[in-house]
């Protein structure tokens, strides 16, 4: 009972601050509701939240794809969302924290131009006094 407790103090406590700082930055409620939901409007059923996160999260499908009911009846969003996941999961390397089949992330001070550009030439001192 009390770990449910917990949990809905904290999802509560987070609502509040969301709340708070949209108000604080002048956004009313409906804002602060558009600005949590990228598409607009909630989702009615699974499959409709499948084909959002297709289209918001993992990008499969174009940002103007329109929500087809017949493909959802189906179930092709929930085979193209799984299909996303599977691919994402199967080139995925825990140690670069990337995909594996792209590139090696640069470490913190290397760039992409290294020995491309020449070096410059190093400035001397000069005095004012002749």
Known sequence: MD???REEQVELAVTCAVSIL???RGLTPIQQ???NTPWVKAPDSQ???FHQDL??????LPPND???PDLAFKGVY????LKALDDFWSNYDPEHKTEKRKHIPLTKYQSHSKGLRPSRPTRTKRS???
Request: net charge positive.
């Open 3 to 5: 770990s449910l407790i």
């Open 22 to 24: 949209g108000i604080r």
């Open 33 to 35: 509701s558009r600005f």
């Open 47 to 49: 499959e409709e939240q």
């Open 55 to 60: 289209v918001w999260v993992y990008k499969v």
């Open 66 to 68: 329109k929500f087809n």
């Open 78 to 81: 929930k085979e193209l969302r």
């Open 128 to 130: 004012n006094h002749a």
